[in-house]
């Protein structure tokens, strides 16, 4: 039976869960805005050069996402979920708040990009951190019958970041110059995503802290199965792949299709409202049927059908035949995320949760959100054939259906219901 007064409240559930929707806010408003801080924080040189500086500058946020996840997975098994996330947190507010405030190259010279380098790399530190322990926090907080809905939250939390971020970005470039977006306009979008740390902070330290609570009943792990963790994080790496081609999007309707930049934020907002609904149909059902039977069924129908749906989304030249497909692809994906990442996360024992959940997500997600953009876009450069999201999302499909098969002969009884197909 669980502990009922332990149970955070909806305030304080929301509160573990901002520091994901803020990570995924700064890395879309950073690559929404890569021109324009490009323009204002960078040296002036040959053409592009302060845009690719400003690219490297966000893949060194990512470099640092492991370390991250390393530092602070350990410590939250250490010495508490709670004020691993207080850390975390704080961490993550002081780099949004520098970015924001940081002076022009013109006005303090070299200093300007050296400070956005160290704000980006405290951002992935704090990021990376941030993970392990709040998915931790929120497995352990859950009644078991309800622990996939509750741990999907915190991959809502991520597509409701990415949301936000496309309506900000589509707010702000709506009513101000080119000018003024270079001159404070991103700014603006840094500073209203750090507005909301002082209050998610506040909630975060009334926490109960769960790591010393017992785990009951039959399904309790208590030692790692490392094949078995193994195949699970081949299913994060086919859902984090899925995610890191949906965002890919915005840019790749922009450059590729030439759609206007006012329809890539329509386009990169109706996809992550369509990730939240999968999401939250993936926890739902993976809580009634099981967690291998919805991925698996998912995976499948991915595998087979991504390709086709993504190639009829582009056909057709319009804003509205690619949102669909693409709300399709994503919906599909999001179902096998939710209960794929329940199945890592339940999989981990309690006294290495935090450091194993943190540092597994922590690797893959550099990985596949640093470099799936980049290989993308170089691929469709070389061979003009525009259809690589496609193969990306099918991809991601199969490792996806691998993973629940080899999950499934290793550690069924810990999936939800029964998991036998």
Do not use: C
Not at 5 to 25: C, D, M, W
Not at 363 to 383: K, W
Request: hydrophobic letters at 55%; proline letters at 5%.
């Amino acid at each position: 039976m669980h502990d009922q007064k332990h149970l955070p409240t909806r305030k304080q559930f929301v509160a573990v869960i901002s520091g994901n929707a803020l990570e995924f806010y700064d890395f879309l408003s950073f690559s929404f805005f890569a021109v324009n801080v490009s323009r204002v924080m960078f040296p002036a040189g040959a053409p592009g050069s302060a845009l690719l500086l400003t690219l490297m500058t966000a893949g060194a946020g990512f470099g640092a996402r492991p370390l991250g996840a390393i530092l602070f997975g350990l410590l939250g098994d250490r010495i508490g979920r709670r004020p691993t996330m207080l850390a975390t947190f704080a961490l993550m507010g002081v780099s949004a708040i520098g970015l924001a405030l940081t002076p022009s190259y013109a006005a303090i010279g070299v200093w300007a990009p050296v400070l956005v380098v160290l704000f980006r790399l405290m951002q992935g530190l704090a990021a990376g951190g941030d993970v392990g322990p709040t998915t931790a926090f929120l497995a352990e907080s859950s009644p078991p019958e309800k622990r996939g809905m509750l741990i999907a939250l915190q991959l809502v939390a991520m597509r409701i970041g990415v949301l936000g971020s496309g309506m900000v970005g589509l707010m702000l470039a709506s009513v101000l110059t080119p000018a003024q977006l270079d001159a404070f306009g991103w700014r603006i979008a840094f500073a209203i995503g750090a507005g909301i740390v002082p209050l998610a902070f506040i909630l975060r330290r009334r926490l109960d802290e769960t790591l010393h609570l017992p785990e009951s009943g039959p399904n309790v792990v208590t030692e790692l199965d490392v094949r078995a963790y193994a195949a699970a994080l081949l299913g994060v790496f086919g859902f984090l792949l899925a995610g890191a081609t949906g965002d890919f999007l915005f840019v790749y309707a922009v450059t590729f299709l030439k759609i206007p930049v006012t329809n890539g934020y329509l386009l990169q907002m109706a996809a992550a409202a369509t990730q939240i609904v999968g999401l939250l149909a993936g926890g739902w059902l993976g809580d009634r049927i099981g967690r291998q039977k919805v991925n698996f069924a998912m995976a499948v129908l991915a595998a087979l059908t991504s390709l086709p749906l993504f190639r009829w989304g582009i056909a057709g030249g319009t804003l509205g035949q690619l949102a669909l497909a693409a709300a399709l692809l994503l919906l599909m994906a999001t179902v096998s995320a939710a209960v794929a990442y329940a199945a890592f996360v339940e999989i981990t024992p309690k006294r290495h949760r935090a450091g194993l959940v943190g540092i597994g997500y922590g690797v893959v997600v550099a990985l596949t959100f640093g470099l799936t953009p980049v290989l993308l876009t170089r691929y469709m450069a070389r061979s003009g054939d525009l259809s690589a999201p496609g193969y990306a999302f099918v991809v991601a499909a199969v490792l996806l259906g691998v993973s629940s098969v080899l999950l499934g002969k290793r550690a069924a009884p810990t999936l939800g219901k029964s998991s036998a197909l």
